[in-house]
């Protein structure tokens, strides 16, 4: 397990570097006289689509209540992350769908990118799969490489969540993974 969530973090991180990259490569100087000068904007998030793939940075919000973030792929599958931290200073997290070629699957990621550490302390947290048949997997971790002790979370395949234990979690999240299977299509006769 170890060894494949650092090789995803390593993948997913030269994915973000080469898109990144492929957007320096192709600005020609014609093209740099047509943006403005405030450009690139210094406060827009990193947001990245394409086919079978959505990715997009978010800040967490801090105070009393429960939280929602979530976002849709292929018009099939959303995934939400629902979490409370009631204080702290906000961080950028990120939001990551994605299906199989074949669309035999469907993945949501939700993680702090990059190496930093955080302060920030979950009081809970969920994220739910909607739209899809069954879940096949689900993780939580507490630093980008280690899973949190299963006494911290549950992973419940029939509700197709992950979540965290109440008065067992101990409030140090980077990271959740989920994958599950999609329903079906339906074909006529």
């Known amino acids: 397990k170890t060894q494949n969530s650092k090789m995803a973090s390593v993948g997913r991180s030269l994915f ?34 394409a086919d079978g793939l959505y990715s ?15 976002r849709q792929l292929d018009d099939v599958f959303t995934c939400r992350l629902a979490y409370e931290i009631p204080k702290g200073e906000t961080e950028t997290w990120r939001f990551t769908l994605n299906t199989a ?5 469907y993945s949501c990621f939700a993680e702090r990118p990059g190496p930093t550490s955080s302060e920030l302390n979950f009081k809970q947290f969920k994220l739910s799969m909607i739209g899809v048949k069954e879940m096949g ?25 992950v979540s965290s234990k109440r008065g067992k979690f101990k409030g140090h999240l980077s990271r959740l993974v989920a994958l599950a299977i999609p329903h079906e299509p339906h074909t006529e006769l």
């Open 16 to 49: 973000v570097f080469l898109c990144l990259l492929s957007s320096e490569v192709f600005v020609t100087p014609e093209i740099l006289g047509e943006l403005p000068d405030d450009w690139p904007p210094k406060d827009e998030k990193f947001k990245f689509e």
């Open 56 to 70: 997009e940075d978010f800040d967490l919000e801090i105070g009393k209540g429960l939280k929602t973030f979530e």
């Open 101 to 105: 070629v074949d669309k035999s699957s």
């Open 137 to 161: 997997y689900g993780e939580a971790y507490g630093d980008p490489s280690k899973a949190l002790p299963e006494e911290e979370y549950s992973v419940d395949k029939s509700k197709m969540e």
